[in-house]
T-cell receptor, first 113, second 115 residues
Framework: KNQVEQSPQSLIILEGKNCTLQ??????????LRWYKQDTGRGPVSLTI?????NTKSNGRYTATLDADTKQSSLHITASQLSDSASYIC????????????FGKGTRLSVIA | NAGVMQNPRHLVRRRGQEARLRCSPM?????VYWYRQLPEEGLKFMVY????????ESGMPKERFSAEFPKEGPSILRIQQVVRGDSAAYFC?????????????FGSGTQLSVL
């Protein structure tokens, strides 16, 4: 069964600190992996998209890594800001079928002063 | 260049009433997806539509739920005879094409509350 598991479920960090969120998946066949940021009461916004051949991709203070062999990804946030408080969702795309996106439940990040 | 527009933002219905949720995709996008999100849960796929066609409705309950994306106008997700379990956030997303690398753009969602 195609699944995306994220950890931790929630995380609290101090402003300015770094953190890393984890994503494990069993989706097959694999096409790409995406990280989204979802603010409370808003729709998800895309942060990164990585294909099979990409190991790392950055978007400002966000850096995503992908290990397609172990089917793991991480999202590293550097020098966190209060505005980083949100849910971070890992989404894996399969290249089969009409609607291939499988969503994780997200990690709820709270950045406090 | 407006993003994906959903309305209403909040919708309150009593059990047995009908709920209509609207989604206007981004300009130039002809592919629309509907997702449902329960508190503390991930987004669950419901239905994928292309102009005037339902491509995949495998995530949508067979009864009471329907969706359309007419040639003119927004996509509509319709829930008849709502029940308390229908209370959730419903998100619409659009894309320009169906390529596996195609980016999805999400609306802000409609929060449906069934009393």
């Amino acid at each position: 069964k195609n699944q995306v598991e994220q950890s931790p479920q929630s995380l609290i960090i101090l402003e300015g600190k770094n953190c890393t969120l984890q994503c494990n998946y069993t989706v097959s066949p694999f096409s790409n992996l995406r990280w989204y940021k979802q603010d409370t009461g808003r729709g998800p916004v895309s942060l990164t998209i990585m294909t099979f051949s990409e190991n790392t991709k950055s978007n400002g203070r966000y850096t995503a890594t992908l290990d397609a062999d172990t089917k793991q990804s991480s999202l590293h946030i550097t020098a966190s800001q209060l505005s980083d408080s949100a849910s971070y969702i890992c989404v894996v795309s399969s290249n089969s079928g009409n609607t291939p996106l499988v969503f994780g439940k997200g990690t709820r990040l709270s950045v406090i002063a | 260049n407006a993003g994906v527009m959903q309305n209403p933002r909040h919708l309150v219905r009593r059990r047995g009433q009908e709920a209509r949720l609207r989604c206007s995709p981004m300009k130039g996008h002809s592919h629309v997806y509907w997702y449902r999100q329960l508190p503390e849960e991930g987004l669950k796929f419901m239905v994928y539509l292309q102009k005037e066609n339902i491509i995949d409705e495998s995530g949508m309950p067979k009864e009471r739920f329907s969706a359309e994306f007419p040639k003119e106008g927004p996509s509509i997700l319709r829930i008849q005879q709502v029940v308390r379990g229908d209370s959730a956030a419903y998100f619409c997303a659009s894309s320009r094409s169906t390529g596996s690398d195609e980016k999805l753009f999400f609306g802000s969602g409609t929060q449906l509350s069934v009393l």
